[in-house]
Structure formats: structure tokens, C-alpha cells
């Protein structure tokens, strides 16, 4: 799956400012993206928003997760996607519902004779919308300070040591390319199985560890 950069919209731009510096792309598709929207039972709300919250908070389109659950074309979930992840940000932190619809038709994002058919997604958003601002607290507090990971592909290479015609060794290595939000941000480098099950073990110690901290955060919080 691909990865993809959030924009979180700040309090300090106006939702028609918002609205109005969409870049062309994202907002044809944000466009067909409410179409489809539109034509959901809202059963499958649920789905969606479990899908941006979790975007928002690991900054990866969960599209195989929408797939299983909604049986749409690649093509029409992307769309959806994209016109969640536009509305329910603005929702939660910058906009009121009925601003939202009006700007949004204003600007030709959203066809007016849709905008009551989206009204049950909109009002499950309003229902949600302090679980939604702590996932966009969470992912501020993730990206603060230091550029942050937005993509890493692995490749497995085989090496292949030769006497004359004869093969005498093969090792396999992977090739990692690692990319961040931060402008150059990107490094490919190799790596030996042995060092992948040591850099396997001291992930599975970090996430440990942040499980411990995640727990214990939680319980700071509720008091």
C-alpha cells in the first residue's frame, strides 16, 4: 500500500481559505469521492471512520480495510477516501457542519442536490468528534519536531558469488528505501538477515515499550 502526506487544517485558516487552496487533483477527487459518499447506507459509516482515525494517526491509507468492508472499485474507494479524509478533519477541529455544506457547494466541491445526502455522515462525524480531535492530537504530538517516516519499501536481493561458471555462494540481503515528510528526506541502504533480526528484535522491544508508555499516558490522562 502506498503512503500518503495528512494536512491537518489549523484553526488559524478560515474553512473557505481551506477549501479554497485545494490543489485541483485532490479536490476532482474529493468530488467523486462525495458521489460515492452519498450513495452509502449509513451501515458503513462506521467503517469510514474508523478508517480516517486511523489514517490520521499512522499516516497510511487503511484502503485494504475499506475494501473488505464496503465491496467498492479501487478506483471508487480512493475517492471516498479522499473526501473523508477532507471532511472529517475540518469537522472535528475547524468547521461547523452546516458552514462546512454551504462552503463546500459554494466552491463546487459538493454538488448541492448531494448535500443532504451526506447530512447522516456528517451528523455520525459530530458524534464522534472527540475521538477524531485526540487522533489528530495524537498524530501532532507523533510529527513534532523531527521530519517523520511517509513511506519504506523492502526488496530481497540475491547475491551470487561465481568460480568461473560455477555458483559457490548465494546470500540474500534487502534493500530498504526509507522516505520522510523532510525536503531530500529519503536513504536507501542494505542490510544482512542477521542484521534484520536484530533491527526485528529492537522494534519489537520499542513497540513494547511504547505499549508500557501508551498504557500509562492513558491512565494520566483520566485523572
Known amino acids: 500500500m502506498g503512503s500518503f502526506n495528512i494536512s491537518i487544517p489549523r484553526s488559524g485558516r478560515s474553512l473557505a481559505e481551506t477549501l479554497g487552496r485545494l490543489p485541483p487533483a ?6 467523486n469521492g462525495f458521489v460515492v459518499l452519498a450513495g452509502l447506507h449509513p451501515q458503513h459509516f462506521a467503517a469510514i471512520l474508523t478508517s480516517v482515525i486511523g489514517a490520521l494517526e499512522s499516516k497510511r491509507a487503511p484502503l485494504e480495510y475499506l475494501e473488505r468492508n464496503l465491496s467498492l472499485p479501487p478506483s471508487e474507494l480512493g475517492a471516498l477516501f479522499a473526501a473523508a479524509m477532507l471532511m472529517v ?7 461547523k457542519a452546516d458552514e462546512f455544506v454551504e ?9 448541492r442536490d448531494l448535500a443532504g445526502k451526506i447530512q447522516p455522515f456528517i451528523d455520525a462525524v459530530v458524534l464522534q468528534r472527540s475521538q477524531i480531535q485526540r487522533a489528530i492530537r495524537r498524530a501532532e504530538l507523533q510529527t513534532q519536531a523531527l521530519p517523520s517516516l511517509t513511506r519504506m519499501e523492502l526488496a ?24 520522510t515528510d523532510a525536503d531530500g528526506g529519503e536513504i536507501w541502504f542494505q542490510a544482512s538477515k542477521q542484521q534484520m533480526q536484530d533491527l526485528k528484535n529492537d522494534v519489537d522491544e520499542a513497540i513494547r515499550k511504547m505499549d508500557i508508555a501508551e498504557a500509562w499516558g492513558g491512565r494520566e490522562t483520566e485523572k
Do not use: C, M, N
Open 26 to 31: 485532490f479536490k476532482d477527487q474529493a468530488q
Open 89 to 95: 478533519p475540518i469537522l472535528a477541529e475547524v468547521g
Open 103 to 111: 462552503l463546500a457547494v459554494k466552491t463546487e466541491l459538493l454538488p
Open 156 to 179: 530481497i536481493d540475491l547475491r551470487v558469488a561465481f568460480d568461473d561458471d560455477h555458483v559457490t555462494d548465494a546470500v540474500p540481503v534487502v534493500v530498504i528505501y526509507v522516505a
